[in-house]
T-cell receptor, first 111, second 114 residues
Framework: QQQVKQSPQSLIVQKGGISIINCAYE??????FPWYQQFPGKGPALLIA?????SEKKEGRFTISFNKSAKQFSLHIMDSQPGDSATYFC??????????FGKGTMLLVSP | ETGVTQSPTHLIKTRGQQVTLRCSSQ?????VSWYQQALGQGPQFIFQ???????GRGNFPPRFSGLQFPNYSSELNVNALELDDSALYLC?????????????FGSGTRLTVV
């Protein structure tokens, strides 16, 4: 049973455009929703995270939007740059449990 | 402050063999978690170690086992390797046990089983 569903599987965006990646979760007990960025040959690195008591969190060009009633959250990358080309994973955890990851989105930002 | 270091970076093993992967946690972190990342998939939780004890386990068979040492470094052992064990194995260290918050991941060990 996949508890965190991520879409799209891949995404191509022009430089300067907005990249949007979506995730949906099933377990309403989840209370922590991070996004990770992974470059080839590297481990995932925490990008930004949100808790369900807020609807939006922004850090620089990266924004998480959270819809608790729909059990969905999304990552928006504003002014996308070629250096943002990577695989992005959403994840979720509840209480003291460990992370459940989505399957990932491969983002390519074309120059 | 050092990050998470994993060794080796790449490894090729034959089906049925045993393998040991190693992880040095980030300075100040006392908890180590291991994840398996198959090609094109998200990381899957294997188990976590805190104070040298297993502190949570995902849906992996007993032939996946681990150790944590007093210096908080850790090993992942896999016995009777199967072709499906081919994956990137990620180690993540953190300060708070049992939580997915505050993880620092290593670059992983790419295991190929032939």
């Amino acid at each position: 049973q996949q508890q965190v569903k991520q879409s799209p599987q891949s995404l191509i965006v022009q430089k300067g455009g907005i990249s949007i990646i979506n995730c949906a979760y099933e377990n309403t007990a989840f209370d922590y929703f991070p996004w990770y960025q992974q470059f080839p040959g590297k481990g995932p690195a925490l990008l930004i995270a949100i808790r369900p008591d807020v609807s939006e969190k922004k850090e620089g060009r990266f924004t998480i939007s959270f819809n608790k009633s729909a059990k969905q959250f999304s990552l928006h990358i504003m002014d996308s740059q070629p250096g943002d080309s990577a695989t992005y994973f959403c994840a979720a955890s509840k209480g003291y449990s460990t992370l459940t990851f989505g399957k990932g989105t491969m983002l390519l930002v074309s120059p | 402050e050092t990050g998470v270091t994993q060794s080796p970076t790449h490894l090729i093993k034959t089906r049925g063999q045993q393998v040991t992967l190693r992880c040095s946690s980030q300075s100040g972190h006392n908890t180590v978690s291991w994840y398996q990342q198959a090609l094109g998939q998200g990381p899957q939780f294997i188990f976590q170690y805190y104070r040298e004890e297993e502190n949570g386990r995902g849906n992996f068979p007993p032939r996946f086992s681990g150790l944590q040492f007093p210096n908080y470094s850790s090993e992942l052992n896999v016995n009777a390797l199967e072709l499906d064990d081919s994956a990137l194995y990620l180690c993540a260290s953190s300060l708070v046990s049992g939580t997915g918050k505050g993880y620092t991941f290593g670059s992983g060990t790419r295991l190929t089983v032939v």
